[in-house]
């Protein structure tokens, strides 16, 4: 099966963005998938914000990015826009780190007014770091999202199911994405 790269944009420890994620790792994993968990809030900021190509942590993330077949990225919504963490992360990688790779797009917020967001925002900077398919993305109302207190997640179920769907569509996805492989010299 594939490797999937999981990326949370959230800048916060307690994200609700970054717990929904994890809980669709799961379901990856249960289809036979390898995940990968990423979280740029866990990149030092002076490496981000520095734009530090160098660092150890980014050159360890863009190298998790090469090994991923398919890329989840998630991100909450802020001004309507992905977040600043993840587009540091996303300038600070090559030019076409997402060649040959299937992305789920998926977004977190507090209004319906938000939803444009995967499609006018981060699609096209996942467009231009040559996304081999970006799968129809979903964007989660944060009130179908409950922390409880054990730190686990309920998620309302219609957006349950419909994410899902979603998830399970990238999964197809990975398998009919064709790997890529680098021409050799003769």
Known sequence: MATVLSVSGSPSASSRTGLLLRHLDQRLIAQGHEVIPLDVRAIPAEALLGADFGHPAIVEAA????????????????KASFSGVLKALLDLLPQYALTGKTVLPLATGGSTAHVLAIDYALRPVLNSMGAAHIVQGWFTLDKDITVREDGSLAVAPATAEAL????????AALDRTPVLVAATAS
Not at 63 to 78: E, I, K, N
Not at 164 to 171: E, K, N, P, R, S
């Open 63 to 78: 190298g998790l990015f090469a090994r991923a077949d398919g890329v989840v990225v998630g991100t909450p919504v802020y």
């Open 164 to 171: 899902g769907h979603v998830v399970d569509q990238f999964a």
